[in-house]
């Protein structure tokens, strides 16, 4: 999975999730070279959760069932 900046170039590449005893490990590279691990804790998790409004939820499920042009 890739993040983009709005200039449309990869910022961030995950390579895998996997389980941890603290969490979610996510590994991966920042801009291309830098390696990542990085956990993801309950607790960010369900702040994350308070992010999510229901227009996001909408646009989600439409990214899902769409094929985006490349």
Same mark, same amino acid.
């Given at each position: 999975?890739? &993040?983009? $900046?709005? +200039? @449309?170039?990869?910022?961030?590449? =995950?390579? #895998? =999730?996997? =389980?941890?005893?603290?969490? /979610? /490990?996510? +590994?991966?590279?920042? !801009?291309?070279? !830098?390696?990542? @691990? #990085?956990?993801? $804790?309950? %607790? +960010? /998790?369900?702040? #994350? &959760?308070?992010?999510? @409004? &229901?227009?996001? =939820? /909408?646009?989600?499920?439409? !990214? *899902? *069932? %769409?094929?985006?042009? @490349?």
């Amino acid at each position: 999975m890739k &993040f983009y $900046t709005s +200039e @449309k170039t990869v910022l961030m590449d =995950v390579s #895998a =999730v996997k =389980v941890h005893p603290d969490g /979610l /490990l996510i +590994e991966g590279k920042i !801009m291309g070279t !830098m390696p990542l @691990k #990085a956990i993801l $804790t309950p %607790r +960010e /998790l369900r702040g #994350a &959760f308070r992010l999510i @409004k &229901f227009p996001i =939820v /909408l646009r989600t499920i439409g !990214m *899902l *069932l %769409r094929q985006w042009k @490349k």
